[in-house]
């Protein structure tokens, strides 16, 4: 079975097993040390991404190399041995460089390889991995190594074995009672496999966790407590324990009197109405508390009135007194001894004083409370309200003046017909008009000589009026147009005004301009109707309007001709020629020339190399008096030379290029070129140049039309790039140093690609050590920029060295460096890492040291096995630790050689390099 699961997890924790999450997101990347490694619920189905990981740590004796990214992840045997298939998608980018199973005998220590190393896996392969002598239940680690800027995808099917990760042992439920209803009690599990807890009561799930407080349920005679022990992969049997709930006896209050308004509070509730209660609070232990009281509520009376008084009064509630408008409350108490609650709604009535201005004619009668008044005085009146308060009046009466002449008639006198005309009359009082209106501005439309009058009426009954005549004035007398002079292009129109008229206004259809009684308009196409109105005023104003159609002449007929010049050939294609026509009709109309080609419209010059290759349209027309004539005709040019970017002058090209170089069809083309090259096709082709194919090749066309055309194409190739003395493709051990010296000719610029592990990246003579299988390549350009590829494999084979110091390629130094100290047991066998090398003198480099207790000697010997330099370190854990080259460091063979009392004595051979 093959389910495939993708996940995407970044495990940064370095913490133990059950801090670390679950595999299970969508694109695994796992993690790049043992104690972040992700956890697997089953590796069946497993599928994970490789590559995308910061450097991160190795088990010690990995088969890969330190320098890529390595990915760990966490899984459980359940059986005690493991056959899984390891696939390589055959979709990655880049082939899985290593993986392997591995077991710990603490935490992310003591580890030892339970199945066989595998590299190399490339996309779409598969390799079985086998562990045996498994401890069921054990913690294992699948370690994976990818390039760092690279992805590999694999997946793994279990064949035989399981991996299944386990549900937890079924947990004890540890409670403290007697429970009752609502109460909240402690319960308890004790841990088993660092498993997570989920409590249900009667079914419905309430906490989680080791220990928790549970409610219990409002009613019933039982609970049923249950708990579920889980891990992030499996869950196991939920455990149920059934308690009994015991109602607390209830408590009787007696009777409770209050006030009305007043609240009873007890255990955080609150009454207010009169009755029996039977209510539940809670005890100390938080279980339910049954009361039973009965509350008595005794009324307080709210009394409301509304008084009023009049100003200087006052009104008294209890002992205070009021002498101002509001809403005055007084809180009383009433024989029950409870509060009784007066409001009064006061207003203080005024005592009221009025004036009265009034105006009569003269000789006129006023009347006021009872009494008749002729003369201008002052009278006061004091009598009582309607409200009963006192009130005074004062009433001051004037006599009016006569209002005639109050009112006067202005606006025009006279009007033209059928035009309005506007009356205003100014003066005070009501206006009454003849014509019924009452506004103080009328418009009229008389037809003939009218009489208007106005009357005017104020306040004290006073009439005022005046009077009016509007004239009309004498019928207008339309002004006389003519047309007159029209041409096909202008025209005339006389004006004859009546006597003591004078214009207003002209309106045209046309522009144009009035000379003393002559209105002139020019520039009008040929047949155009003008069309003019005029605007006239007689003596007394009136406006008199004539309007007149004119129409300028129509064009004569006439034809035009061009004499189209014979088709151009190429002998005279550089040369201006001047084109001719003729005419047939009236006048003689000036031409105008367009057209591609045509260098001056007036002449008709026409200019083939402006033209371009190919036919063009040319077109004449010839004005006169706003008449055109035009005609058409077709000129064809033929070419003189090729265009610049179709022939190019020269071409730089590499060796091994190909060229194809096409000229326009239509042509008959002959090519010569070195080493007797002959061709009649349109395309110049060379395929695979060599240093005999450079030159200068030449083509010669002939145009459908007999032109010759020539023109000249350099083929410039430089010297081929040339190597010798190339080193061959080798099997080195791992860190051997491998120097090579080749010579090269005709390079401008060279260099050794990639340039890790190499001593001078830019020299042609350079030393090489490597850690793993390596290609390098020299790139080189020559002088038209082309790049040669020359490349050289160092493959890795550490079984071909035979133990621990390889072969440098210098053999004045393989002499073996005599052992310092003895170890304490029989050294085991260790892989020696270190890295970069080669190195520079000064520069930190990282050396990879298996976790020990015993400190490591680390010695650095030069090429006459002399030690300038011992240190120390501690090395807690299997890691890389840092340490720094002397600035002193001879340039050339370094040997490094590590002491342990613990794993023996290892050595490394490293080169320092100048800068």
Known sequence: MKIIITSILFCFSTLFVIAQPICSSPMNLGNNYCGSACWVCDLDGFTATVGMNPMGSLPPGFCGSANYNSSWFRFRAQSTSLNILIQVADTSFAPLQAIGIYSATGICSGFDLVSACEQNIGPGQTRVLTANNLSVGGIYYLVALAEPTAISDFSVEVLSGNTVWPAPATPQITAQGPFCPVGAFPFSVTPVDNATYDWTVNGQHVATGANVNLMMPTSGSNVEVCVTASNACASGQAVCQNYPLIPIPPIN??????????????????????????????????????????????????????AQICEGESFQIGTNEYSQTGIYTEVLTTFLGCDSTVTVNLTVLPNTQSIVYDTICPGGVYHFGGNTYTQAGQYDFQYTSVNGCDSTVQLNLAISPLLAPMVYISGDTSFCLG????????????????TGDTATVIVINPVSDTLISVTALDSAGCIGTDSILVVAAPPVQAPMLTCQNATTNALEVFLELPTGYAIDSIHSSSPGQLNGDIYQAAGLPPGDTLTLEVRALSPEGCLAIATVSCATLDCPVGTVAIDAPAQLQCTDGGSPLTLTYSFSGAGAPAPVWTGQGIVDPQVGTFDPLLAGIGQHLVELTLEEAGCSYSAQTIITVDSGEFPASIVPEALSLCYGDDVDVCLPYGYAYQWTGPNGFVSASSCLTQLDLDGEAGGEYRVVATSPHGCVLENTISLDLAPEVQVSNFPENQTVCPNQIVGFSPAIENAIYYKWHPSAGLSCPTCLTTLASVRRTTTYTLVALDANGCVYYFPVTLTIDAGFCGGILVSSGLAQYDSPIEQQIEPQQP??????????????????????????????????RDVHSRIYRTMEQMAPKSDYYPFAMPVNSPAGYTYVQVLNQETGVMGIPVMVVDR
């Not at 085991?828 to 520079?840: G, I, M, R, S």
């Not at 003198?841 to 490591?856: D, E, H, K, M, R």
């Open 827 to 860: 050294a085991v066998t260790v892989e020696v890492a270190l890295y970069p090398n080669p190195v520079y003198a000064g520069q930190v480099v990282n050396i990879y040291l298996q976790a020990s207790t015993s400190p490591y000697v680390i010695h650095l």
């Open 253 to 306: 209050l007696g009777t409770i009197t209050i006030c009305q308004g007043e609240v009873f509070d007890y255990g955080g509730l609150q009454f207010f109405t009169p009755g029996l209660y039977n209510v539940n609070t809670k005890a100390a232990n938080g279980c339910q508390q049954p009361v039973v009281f009965f509350l008595q509520v005794l009324p307080s009376p709210s009394i409301f009135l509304v």
């Open 419 to 434: 035009d309005v005309v506007s009356l205003e009359v100014n003066g005070a009082g009501d206006i009454l008009w003849s």
